[in-house]
T-cell receptor, first 114, second 108 residues
Framework: DTEVTQTPKHLVMGMTNKKSLKCEQHMGHRAMYWYKQKAKKPPELMFVYSYEKLSINESVPSRFSPECPNSSLLNLHLHALQPEDSALYLC?????????????FGDGTRLSIL | QKEVEQNSGPLSVPEGAIASLNCTYSDRVSQSFFWYRQYSGKSPELIMSIYSNGDKEDGRFTAQLNKASQYVSLLIRDSQPSDSATYLCAPTGNQFYFGTGTSLTVIP
């Protein structure tokens, strides 16, 4: 069982919809991440939050808006997405964002844009 | 994004054989590595970390790191069908970025 919980597991939305992906961890980790993964490709980093502050934004389009309400929660707000945004969205956490620390991944949200 | 190359595969080995997965990197800052395993449709899970030159063994898995050659490998002994997955290496110097991944199939 994963210690990082993502909801929903699947999401289908139209290009004009607004939806949010949620991620929760109770391991006391202070760094949390969003990744996007397309089929047969490695995960691609989108955002890094460290101590609830955004520390890395990998030039992600503004139609993706991250939010970290507290140290256990991470949201990804979606608006006006494009079909090419269909992918598996993975949340991960680590104790801090120090590079020696491994990440723990949630099971992901599979997103389909119609 | 740092350059981390893996033998892309797909790699097929018979059950019981040794599977060898390789990763080369161009970033001289990267001094240690993580290996993640990702089953189809699932999320990556950490299986090994290696921080110093040489070999590190954990059960059927052995990670080998050669910093001078900027090369890290993962050997899986006595491969099982349950080892069929994609293996991702991630340099800890830049661990937010994964290698290209190697797809392994173990044939019963």
């Amino acid at each position: 069982d994963t210690e990082v919980t993502q909801t929903p597991k699947h999401l289908v939305m139209g290009m004009t919809n607004k939806k949010s992906l949620k991620c929760e961890q109770h391991m006391g980790h202070r760094a949390m991440y969003w990744y996007k993964q397309k089929a047969k490709k490695p995960p691609e980093l989108m955002f890094v939050y460290s101590y609830e502050k955004l520390s890395i934004n990998e030039s992600v389009p503004s139609r993706f808006s991250p939010e970290c309400p507290n140290s256990s929660l991470l949201n990804l707000h979606l608006h006006a997405l494009q079909p090419e945004d269909s992918a598996l969205y993975l949340c991960a956490s680590s104790q801090t964002d120090r590079v020696e620390q491994p990440q723990h991944f949630g099971d992901g949200t599979r997103l389909s844009i119609l | 994004q740092k350059e981390v190359e893996q033998n892309s595969g797909p790699l097929s080995v018979p059950e019981g054989a040794i599977a060898s997965l390789n990763c080369t990197y161009s970033d001289r800052v990267s001094q240690s590595f993580f290996w993640y395993r990702q089953y189809s449709g699932k999320s990556p899970e950490l299986i090994m970390s290696i921080y110093s030159n040489g070999d590190k063994e954990d059960g059927r898995f052995t990670a080998q790191l050669n910093k001078a050659s900027q090369y890290v490998s993962l050997l899986i002994r006595d491969s099982q069908p349950s080892d069929s997955a994609t293996y991702l290496c991630a340099p800890t110097g830049n661990q937010f970025y994964f290698g290209t991944g190697t797809s392994l199939t173990v044939i019963p």
